[in-house]
T-cell receptor, first 108, second 114 residues
Framework: QKEVEQNSGPLSVPEGAIASLNCTYS??????FFWYRQYSGKSPELIMS????GDKEDGRFTAQLNKASQYVSLLIRDSQPSDSATYLC????????FGSGTKLNVKP | DAGVIQSPRHEVTEMGQEVTLRCKPI?????LFWYRQTMMRGLELLIY????????DSGMPEDRFSAKMPNASFSTLKIQPSEPRDSAVYFC????????????FGNGTRLTVT
């Protein structure tokens, strides 16, 4: 079992809809997570961090961490075609392991 | 802030040749990570350093791979001899301290071994 698991997708949503991306992790000691976005042919870039249980909102993005269930999610409201990319979650507690990424397609 | 700088951006080499990838972390960052990314395996951690010291190299695929960090501003990842299955994008990333700071990635080196 990998330390951080993600559904590879692709996840397709229409423009303006909410995209929900999920990540599960195996180490109960993990305290915080990062969400990165990676456009095709580019390097990963940080979009969100979450350090405690619950929700954290930043513009159209909301990160959710549920330590009891060991999952972390990213919601993107009012999805735009420019949001089409691969989204990766990362666990800094565990040597910065990354999930395999979920490819998001936002259709105009 | 110049960001993490990797060179070369692209490398094409023949099987059996030695390949050296280079990385300059962000000034002041004392943790450096090397990753390999392929479609099949995603983003794999190869090795990471804290204060120029290798902390965990359990992700290095085999003895053909080696990494060094002779000083705080430079690191290399060497593959000798290279094989076609080493073809991938190799990323270097750095972060400050050992706390909860995020990683900052370089632009990557796309390696093709023919």
């Amino acid at each position: 079992q990998k330390e951080v698991e993600q559904n590879s997708g692709p996840l397709s949503v229409p423009e303006g809809a909410i995209a929900s991306l999920n990540c599960t992790y195996s180490d109960r000691g993990s305290q915080s997570f990062f969400w990165y976005r990676q456009y095709s042919g580019k390097s990963p870039e940080l979009i969100m961090s979450i350090y405690s249980n619950g929700d954290k909102e930043d513009g159209r993005f909301t990160a959710q961490l549920n330590k009891a269930s060991q999952y972390v999610s990213l919601l993107i409201r009012d999805s735009q075609p420019s949001d089409s990319a691969t989204y990766l979650c990362a666990d800094p507690f565990n040597k910065f392991y990354f999930g395999s990424g979920t490819k998001l397609n936002v259709k105009p | 802030d110049a960001g993490v700088i990797q060179s070369p951006r692209h490398e094409v080499t023949e099987m059996g040749q030695e390949v050296t990838l280079r990385c300059k972390p962000i000034s002041g960052h004392n943790s450096l990570f090397w990753y390999r990314q392929t479609m099949m395996r995603g983003l794999e951690l190869l090795i990471y350093f804290n204060n120029n010291v290798p902390i965990d190299d359990s992700g290095m695929p085999e003895d053909r791979f080696s990494a060094k960090m002779p000083n705080a501003s430079f690191s290399t990842l060497k593959i000798q001899p290279s094989e076609p299955r080493d073809s991938a994008v190799y990323f270097c990333a750095s972060k400050p301290g050992q706390g909860r700071s995020p990683l900052h990635f370089g632009n990557g080196t796309r390696l093709t071994v023919t």
